[in-house]
């Protein structure tokens, strides 16, 4: 595939790490919430081989935040997702679909819960605050909503957590999945969540103090040279053999929580009200016509810049392939499809075109690994 540079403007926001990863050897950006977002440090299956064996920094900073406080939050936020959070607690984070009134997905963040009056909606790629304005201005609601200056860098892969114990303690390791709590650092108090875009383990830092971050973001690499600390990112091959679903490549408004999997996700049976609540319940009863699910295709390569059809024995399209890479785990293409019922079945064998050639393609259950 050709690759092009991306211009740089106001518009498209550096982060506060720019200029260092730049100095580490990144070689390629995508565009994240209007913000730069690092997308290849050299090889992609380099990088995926370090990330699954040691410790990797990444600059998310393009995860922004839409925060949420007053005394109407938590009924915004409540309406803004299918996911019950009546019973959210202060120091947890919450995966919460974002739906519109039809069930469409709007966005898939994680919800962070600061207290009762105060929520960090940590957006995927998309207008989200845009979103949250219109509802409480339509409802009336008692809420301040705006992007805060937070910076996010993520520690990741198996050695993340022997790292983050050198500088913030055995603490650090006690700190629950998809919990949070404020850790010091040289005098400076830095939200840390145990969370982050792959399934190697780690942590995300929620840089609010520029300076300080920046000297953390130092440090992490001088003391991680024992680790072999190196600059990353989210890894397309790692994504995609753990099913981590990405907003706007494997799904998006024309979807609903159900063909994404997101059944847990969608509580229908609470006295909770939230927006596309009477469409859920229709489409839960009616059932649903197509699904996300996993694909192994017999190709050594395949670049994906679009979405490529899926079709039968008889020529029929069946769906669509929407996120796909070469795995070196599997020693095959494997990929993320939208499939039509019945052809989602696993072990069902259908049919793509792959630069002019034609390949088979068998479908399994997610997550590959």
Partial sequence: MKTFSIAKSRRLRSTPYTSRIEKQGVTAYTSYNHMLLP????????SYHHLKK?????????????????????????????????????GRCYYCPIIDDNAGIINDPVVLRLNKDRWWISIADSDVILFAKGLAIGNKYDVKIFEPNV?????????????????????????????????????TKHLIARSGWSKQGGYEIYVEHTKSGLELYDHLFEIGKEFDVKPGCPNLIERIESALLSYGNDMDINDNPFECGFDKYVNLDTDVDFLGKDKLKKIKSDGINRKLVGLTIDAKEISLTKSLEIKDENNNSVGELRSACFSPHFKKVIGIAMINKPFWSPSQIVKIEINGKICNGKVCDLPFI
């Fill in 39 to 46: 997308a290849a440090f050299g090889s992609l299956e380099d």
């Fill in 151 to 187: 910076d996010i860098m993520a520690v990741q892969g198996p050695k993340s957590f022997d790292l983050m114990e050198k500088i913030f303690g055995t603490e650090i390791k006690q700190l629950k999945f998809f919990g949070f709590d404020y850790f010091d650092f040289k005098g």
């Fill in 54 to 90: 040691n410790v990797q920094i990444w600059d998310v900073a393009g995860e922004r935040q839409v925060e949420v406080s007053g005394k109407d939050s938590a009924k915004l936020v409540q309406l803004m997702t299918c996911r019950d959070l009546s019973k959210s607690k202060d």
